[in-house]
């Protein structure tokens, strides 16, 4: 993919007298999924022959949305916004079965690119749900992802997105299972599965946070506890990027949330040693680069890059198995 192209407004400062360093987190950008999803769509773009949609954003980030734009892919808010007669791409986020069979019943060829962590999720929904299990869903109810999930239990799981939001039983029910959006913040997870523990004897838990969100999100700690300030990059309305965030102002360090280079503020930096980054799974390699070397432009010293983990993508390949 293409760099952005964006204009720089350059005013470089530099203090000589200080040692100015870049802390990049070694977990941070493209997750598995995302990176599937872009394959694919990739992919019919060079082979098909119908117009090809989305269903929703392929993935939370603006801009990867318009560079597909550019290439002819179109972004569809509703089923009824794709035409018979061509090809849709299913957001990485996935879609629940009731939209699956709206889709199916039409004249359109479907490519299914939901996330391989996110199709588990909802196998083990629809399987608790089946089973006999109230459903609880961990996660932000009106994001793409958890209402796919609730359509898996026929519209009838609970939906908690802090702890004021768990439910409080009087009497608990006789079988409740837990899942949880993939890209749930794993702090929030332990705290809400002890205080259900307290009420539920029978209590089943499906830890359904993928593995690339567990070890961003750990990265993202252990960066912010070591600079004096935060830039995360990705999406404003990326799920997973808002927690990373939420992640690093938690740990008490200043933090800026940011989708390009030309949003950073030269305010931001003055006066500080060390500057921490991490970005969400939504957010290109180049796109973090690109951050990189602005933040270099004022004066700082990378002192660590990002490798990929093949752990990443052997927990993906796990989890489409299993």
């Not at 949880?180 to 004897?201: D, G, M």
């Not at 990443?312 to 989890?319: K, N, P």
Request: contains cysteine.
């Amino acid at each position: 993919m293409k760099r952005s192209g964006l204009a720089k407004k350059k005013l470089v400062a530099r203090w000589p007298d200080q040692e100015m360093e870049i802390l990049v987190a070694d977990k941070a950008g493209f997750c598995l999924g995302v990176e599937r999803a872009l394959n694919m769509v990739m992919n019919a773009v060079r082979d098909a022959k119908e117009p090809i949609f989305t269903y929703g954003p392929l993935i939370h980030n603006p801009q990867v949305v318009r560079y597909l734009k550019s290439l002819g892919v179109k972004p569809a808010k509703t089923i009824e916004e794709i035409p018979d007669g061509t090809l849709v791409v299913i957001r990485s986020h996935g879609i629940g079965p009731t939209e699956m069979s709206r889709l199916k019943a039409r004249d359109i060829k479907i490519v299914d690119a939901t996330c391989m962590f996110v199709q588990k999720a909802q196998r083990l929904a629809e399987e608790l749900y089946k089973e006999g299990y109230k459903v609880l869903i961990l996660g932000l109810k009106d994001h793409p992802e958890v209402t796919a999930l609730l359509d898996y239990t026929n519209n009838e799981a609970w939906v908690a997105s802090s702890l004021d939001e768990l439910p409080n039983f009087d009497t608990p029910p006789e079988k409740l299972g837990v899942i949880c959006q993939t890209t749930l913040n794993t702090e929030f997870f332990s705290r809400a599965i002890a205080r259900l523990k307290k009420q539920v004897p029978n209590l089943v838990v499906k830890n359904t946070i993928c593995d690339a969100t567990a070890k961003r999100q750990e990265a993202a700690r252990d960066i912010a506890d070591k600079v004096d300030a935060m830039v995360v990059i990705g999406g404003k309305r990326s799920s997973n990027t808002r927690k990373l965030t939420d992640i690093c102002r938690d740990r008490g360090v200043d933090t800026y949330h940011i989708e390009t280079p030309d949003e950073l503020r030269m305010g931001w930096l003055i006066g500080r040693n060390r500057v921490g980054v991490t970005a969400g799974a939504s957010t290109p390699d180049w796109m973090i680069e690109e951050v990189i070397r602005e933040i270099q432009d004022f004066g700082f010293k990378r002192l660590s890059k990002k490798e990929p983990d093949k752990k990443d993508r052997q927990a993906a390949e796990t989890s489409s198995e299993s």
